[in-house]
């Protein structure tokens, strides 16, 4: 009801069309400027625009076939006819073409019929009344597409939305439950084989990996807490898992590994610190799975406009080439959504490296992401 919707209530469409059976009854009276020969016709014709949406054919052929009763009453009064056709008709002609199904093969016919009998009643301006009817219909199918085009695009813009955030989801979670996964399975392990001949070394292990699995929990209960909010905001906002943890995650990798952090250490934009922890925390995890036994180096390196991450392992526990995943690819993601560059294959050496250059500000350019070598 308009006492609801104020304003907008004009632009509902039965408000919009009543507004425009009145402005065509406006229209055609003075532009006849003899009022009392306002054709009766119009009296069926503009009731017939309060349903031009849903019968908008039916509506083209009484407005059409009104203006010429009008137009062939008038002439028969000797009475100076309007040079085009009426307000009625081309509304109507305007609604086929932006309602109307077979707008060409209905409005041809429509048109065609109007042209046989204007010819043998009034043929004053046969071409302007044949363009104004030509060009009402296309108005309205390009309208139409127009409609149909922004429905397109934002149907897509949804679609890749819901996308986005499913990536971002199964980042999240490979991650979480790959990487503790893989902790708490050494752990396990470890306690299981030392139990008998070290029992105190195996029950550290078995603590450490209930810790472990306290920590998964917890990450999982602050993902599940983002994704359950309203907001926009990425997981960082609300994990605080960034490059200030890097040190403990390569602490508690179970591998021999070590840290160098190059550089003095600078606040991080919170996309590129949760990428610079998740990055570290991924290629210490494949580590773990393909070259378990092997020593593994990560760098952390703060540049002038830009934070370096880099783990290498000198490890073949299985041929490079064979290891596919989820893992690289979560990467690959993380790295692109900060604009930054990611290489990751075999070393010439020997065993994996994984290097990205994420930028703090954003680039002009979108670099491109080398993932040729699939892992994780």
């Given amino acids: 009801m308009i006492h609801r919707g104020g304003w907008a209530a004009v632009s509902r469409p039965h408000v919009a069309d009543a507004g425009l059976m009145v402005s065509a009854v406006v229209i055609t009276a003075l532009t006849l400027r003899e009022p009392a020969y306002v054709p009766a016709g119009l009296a069926v014709a503009a009731p017939a625009l309060l349903v031009r949406r849903?019968?908008?054919?039916?509506?083209?052929?009484?407005?059409?076939?009104?203006?010429?009763?009008?137009?062939?009453?008038?002439?028969?009064?000797?009475?100076?006819?309007?040079?085009?056709?009426?307000?009625?008709?081309?509304?109507?002609?305007?609604?086929?073409?932006?309602?109307?199904?077979?707008?060409?093969?209905?409005?041809?016919?429509?048109t065609v019929g109007y042209v046989t009998v204007v010819m043998m009643v009034d043929p004053v301006n046969l071409v302007g009344k044949v363009m104004q009817i030509l060009a009402a219909l296309l108005l309205?199918?390009?309208?139409?597409?127009?409609?149909?085009?922004?429905?397109?695009?934002?149907?897509?813009?949804?679609?890749?939305?819901?996308?986005?955030?499913?990536?971002?989801?199964?980042?999240?979670?490979?991650?979480?439950?790959?990487?503790?996964?893989?902790?708490?399975?050494?752990?396990?392990?470890?306690g299981r084989t030392t139990m008998a001949s070290d029992r105190a070394a195996a029950e550290e292990a078995f603590v450490?990996?209930?810790?472990?699995?306290?920590?998964a929990m917890a990450e999982m209960r602050q993902l599940l807490h983002v994704l359950r909010a309203d907001d926009t905001a990425e997981p960082t906002d609300h994990t605080g898992i960034g490059a200030a943890g890097v040190p403990a995650l390569v602490e508690q990798a179970r591998l021999p590994a070590e840290l160098d952090i190059i550089?003095?250490?600078?606040?991080?934009?919170?996309?590129?610190?949760?990428?610079?922890?998740?990055?570290?925390?991924?290629?210490?995890?494949?580590?773990?799975?393909h070259a378990p036994a092997a020593p593994a180096r990560v760098r952390l390196s703060y540049l002038p406009g830009s934070v370096e991450v880099e783990v290498t392992d000198d490890g073949t526990g299985t041929p490079v080439r064979s290891r596919g995943g989820?893992?690289?690819?979560?990467?690959?993601?993380?790295?692109?959504?900060?604009?930054g560059v990611l290489t990751a294959g075999p070393r010439s050496e020997g065993g994996f490296r994984v290097h990205a250059s994420l930028p703090l500000a954003m680039p002009e350019r979108r670099p491109d992401v080398d993932h040729s070598a699939p892992r994780g």
Avoid at 68 to 76: C, D, E, I, K, Q
Avoid at 263 to 289: F, S
Avoid at 327 to 338: H, N
């Fill in 208 to 215: 450490t990996a209930e810790h472990t699995a306290r920590q």
């Fill in 140 to 190: 309205g199918r390009l309208l139409l597409l127009r409609h149909r085009l922004l429905e397109r695009r934002k149907r897509r813009a949804a679609e890749t939305a819901v996308s986005t955030e499913r990536r971002r989801i199964a980042r999240e979670l490979h991650d979480v439950v790959a990487h503790h996964i893989t902790v708490i399975n050494v752990l396990v392990g470890a």
């Fill in 54 to 110: 849903a019968r908008p054919a039916l509506v083209a052929a009484i407005t059409m076939g009104a203006d010429l009763a009008a137009m062939s009453a008038l002439v028969a009064e000797r009475v100076t006819a309007p040079l085009l056709v009426g307000a009625a008709a081309t509304i109507a002609l305007y609604s086929l073409g932006r309602h109307g199904e077979r707008v060409w093969l209905t409005g041809t016919a429509l």
């Fill in 263 to 289: 550089g003095t250490a600078v606040p991080l934009p919170a996309a590129v610190d949760h990428a610079v922890y998740r990055i570290v925390q991924e290629a210490l995890t494949n580590v773990r799975k």
């Fill in 326 to 339: 989820f893992g690289l690819r979560g990467m690959a993601e993380r790295v692109a959504l900060v604009e």
